[in-house]
């Protein structure tokens, strides 16, 4: 089982960019697929995760839009209206079980190795 993050970049503030997860090895249609981020010395934080509903950070909302396509076992995450507050390392992850709280990291199983996101004023 694998995770595949891309999609990360530079860019400037206001401007857009589209994270994608490929995910590999099972069908992840029913997983929980989540997204999380962290900057350099702070701890892990959620952004998004997506199941039978979508749920987001506080901080994103408005902002970021999670989706999954099945048919490609890959989900995204489509960020708008950047702001350097965004910058850090995006991480998708997968959790195989039913409920537990997505919005925590302790509830994936499977993690992706990241990409990094930078966001100048």
């Known amino acids: 089982v694998q995770l595949q993050a891309s999609g990360g970049g530079l860019v400037q503030a206001g401007d857009s960019l589209r994270l994608s997860c490929a995910a590999s090895?099972?069908?992840?249609?029913?997983?929980?697929m989540g997204w999380f981020r962290q900057a350099p010395g702070k701890e892990r934080e959620f952004v998004a995760a997506?199941?039978?509903?979508?749920r987001y950070a506080d901080s994103v909302k408005g902002r970021f839009t999670i989706s999954r396509d099945s048919a490609k076992n890959t989900v995204y995450l489509q960020m708008n209206s950047l702001e350097p507050e965004d910058t850090a390392v995006y991480y998708c992850?997968?959790?195989?079980?039913?409920?537990?709280?997505?919005?925590?990291?302790?509830?994936?199983?499977?993690w992706g190795q990241g990409t990094q996101v930078t966001v100048s004023s």
């Open positions: 997506i199941n039978r509903s979508t």
């Open positions: 992850a997968g959790s195989r079980g039913i409920g537990g709280d997505s919005s925590s990291s302790t509830t994936y199983d499977y």
């Open positions: 090895g099972r069908t992840f249609s029913t997983y929980t």
